[in-house]
């Protein structure tokens, strides 16, 4: 509230009588010799007060157009204020879901190793194709770049939630 009074203050000044002087001294002569200098020095002051008593709605228009210019600022700062949470909360959350498919996957990267090795030891021995060795590697490397996708994101929100000033 006290910000839309402290902008509105310039324009209300303007109804408000003014009171200004002037003050000028000087010399008008062709000559430099000092009787000469003193016949032609001279001082000038001018004193004013202005009233206004009707200006046509002028300043008071200024002075609605300052209320109305910090309420827009206000309300821009609030927004940017707003956007700022939101952003800070999304990379929070993007940080955290970045964290938690992390841990899935690592279990799920032991799980592809582990059944890379099965499907090895079978067809060792005879009991499988070499299709389903080669299905359960192709497995395990698209488990392993999820892991690595995650972890990315994850790093990468951390960035984002370190550039916001919190972490």
């Given amino acids: 509230m006290s910000s839309r009074r402290e902008a509105s203050v310039p324009a209300r000044a303007g109804r408000l009588p003014q009171l200004s002087y002037s003050i000028n001294g000087g010399s008008d002569t062709d000559s430099l010799g000092p009787s000469e200098l003193r016949d032609h020095t001279g001082v000038l002051a001018t ?19 300052a209320r109305l210019r910090a309420l827009s600022l206000e309300s821009q700062r609030a927004l940017a204020l707003r956007t700022l949470i939101q952003q800070f909360y999304e990379a929070l959350t993007q940080a955290l879901s970045a ?26 021995a005879g009991e499988t194709q070499l ?31 370190a550039q916001s000033g919190c972490q």
Wanted: glycine content about 2%; charged content about 25%.
């Fill in 99 to 124: 964290a938690s498919r992390a841990e899935i996957l690592q279990t799920g990267v032991a799980d592809a190793e582990r059944n890379v090795q099965m499907s090895i030891a079978r067809y060792r």
């Fill in 47 to 65: 004193v004013s007060l202005t009233i206004p008593l009707f200006d046509w709605g002028a300043n008071r228009s200024l002075e609605r157009q």
């Fill in 131 to 161: 299709d389903e060795v080669t299905e359960a590697q192709t497995t395990l490397a698209a488990t392993r770049l999820a892991l690595y996708q995650a972890l990315f994101d994850y790093q990468i929100s951390r960035r984002r939630l």
